[in-house]
């Protein structure tokens, strides 16, 4: 029956000799950790991880089927939307220039000398043909030649499936001045493979193919040049307003502070920037003219001389409102759930007066609750008498794009406190949670 143990055992590892091709899928969602339903906070894949889910999926012959969290707006996330752009993007770039298109494929055998299972049904961009060997052939190869000496690191085989899966083996090889070098080699191929290598240099290569069936096919063979996984810097900054740039070994980053038409300098030691400002950066390939997209980030006044003035409640295991101000994402101050009042508040001493023209509030990065949704914001000279806020309102999109929330004030404000109000949250939950507040000043 289709539920005993060895239907299960066949559907899952096949049966050579059976009667339909089963294609496997590969059901995963865009949000990691796996979430396969909405949550605030949670962040989708970053590209790295999604062009290894597209190696390990698409690249082994498996329909990626990418599970999308759909936001109570009934919308996709912002912050999904570009990954999936993003993703998109590199896919494109990593298989944008085949190389077998000006090269010559020749095969050590052909189904009856017949020009219709010829070596070139490989490279002449339809699934509708395919070289073939002659019966009781199971061993052959096809020679890839370039004509000039070719750097490359990927190779892409399709079978002409509707004969069925018949490759049980096959290896990569380029010509050296001491022979023929093994680069890789898999094992089935089946509708499609892609595999990924170190770069290699040659002006010939070859793809030996091998199979227990009566004889071989391949519909499609294609080599590339992937460019590597270009991502933006990241941008950090600690307490004291130190800005520090990180990325990959192989790239060079190039920055510059402010909005200005100044050139981008190359980055090569820590940046102080302790009245906060806006930072773009990018990053390029040391070996190519490859260059990432432009990253900007604003930030605001260096927390080093910060302090907590006051808090309505706290959570003492994780949930220190010291977290709020620690530079720190990953940490956040979290009110505490037994108080009934839907209304938390946090003020700081900021450490002396000065002129702000504006405050972020950065939310749980971890899919917590206690998004804040209304909120009022209140500047001090002596930490006591608050007046009217400064700004209220409500953080329209959050829920949809829980990303850092910037408000810019009409007018410059002079403070020495603030205080941060949460008049509701997303859920109308009963606690309150913050990642980080910063506050920009101009002076």
Same mark, same amino acid.
């Given at each position: ?7 299960? /055992? ?70 999904? *939307? ?44 339809? *699934? ?6 002659? %019966? ?59 595999? =990924?290598?170190?770069?290699? =240099? ?20 294609? @080599? ?9 810097? #990241? ?14 070994? %192989? ?13 981008? #300098? ?19 390939? =040391? ?6 997209? +432009? ?20 959570? /003492? ?6 977290? *709020? ?22 003020? @700081? ?6 002129? @702000? ?57 002079? *403070?020495?406190?603030?205080?941060? +109000? ?19 000043? #101009?002076?």
């Amino acid at each position: 029956g289709e539920s005993s143990p060895e239907y299960n /055992k066949k559907l899952a590892t096949g049966e050579p000799g059976g009667e339909n091709w089963i294609p496997a899928e590969v059901n995963t969602t865009l949000l990691w950790p796996k979430a396969w339903y909405y949550h605030t906070g949670h962040q989708p894949r970053s590209v790295t991880n999604l062009m290894e889910l597209y190696y390990t999926s698409v690249g082994r012959g498996s329909p990626l089927n990418l599970g999308l969290a759909i936001a109570p707006s009934g919308q996709i996330r912002d912050i999904d *939307a570009q990954a999936l752009l993003k993703f998109r993007k590199q896919v494109m770039r990593e298989f944008e220039n085949n190389l077998i298109e000006n090269a010559t494929v020749s095969a050590s055998n052909y189904r009856g000398k017949s020009a219709n299972y010829n070596a070139e049904k490989v490279s002449d961009k339809t *699934a509708e043909t395919y070289w073939a060997t002659d %019966d009781s052939i199971q061993r052959a190869t096809l020679e890839i030649d370039f004509e000039n000496e070719t750097t490359f690191n990927r190779l892409l085989l399709q079978e002409y499936i509707a004969l069925g899966q018949r490759i049980h083996n096959f290896t990569l090889e380029i010509e050296t001045d001491s022979g023929w070098e093994k680069i890789a080699r898999g094992t089935t191929i089946g509708y499609k493979r892609i595999l =990924k290598f170190d770069d290699v =240099k040659a002006s010939k290569a070859r793809v030996t193919l091998e199979t227990n069936t009566p004889c071989l096919t391949l519909s499609n063979l294609e @080599i590339y040049n992937s460019p590597p996984l270009l991502l933006e810097p #990241e941008i950090l900054c600690d307490m004291n307003g130190t800005i520090t740039l990180n990325a990959a070994k %192989d790239l060079d980053i190039y920055y510059k502070v402010g909005n200005s038409s100044s050139e981008f #300098e190359k980055y090569s030691s820590p940046i102080s920037l302790q009245k906060g400002g806006t930072v773009q950066a990018f990053a390029k390939h =040391k070996t190519s003219v490859d260059k990432s997209d +432009v990253m900007t980030k604003e930030f605001g006044m260096a927390k080093s001389n910060w302090r907590i003035l006051d808090v309505d409640s706290e959570t /003492k295991d994780n949930g220190s409102s010291k977290n *709020a101000i620690d530079g720190n994402p990953a940490t956040n101050w979290i009110s505490n759930s037994k108080k009934a009042n839907k209304s938390h508040f946090i003020s @700081i001493n900021l450490g002396k007066q000065v002129s @702000i023209s504006g405050f972020s509030y950065l939310p749980c990065a971890k899919g917590c609750d206690g998004i804040i949704y209304e909120y009022e914001f209140y500047a001090s000279i002596d930490g006591k008498n608050w007046g009217e806020p400064v700004s209220k309102g409500e953080f329209s999109n959050i829920q949809n794009n829980p990303v850092e929330q910037v408000v810019k004030f009409k007018k410059e404000v002079k *403070a020495k406190y603030i205080k941060l +109000v949460s008049k509701s949250t997303v859920k109308n939950s009963n606690i309150t949670s913050v990642a980080e507040i910063a506050v920009f000043h #101009e002076n």
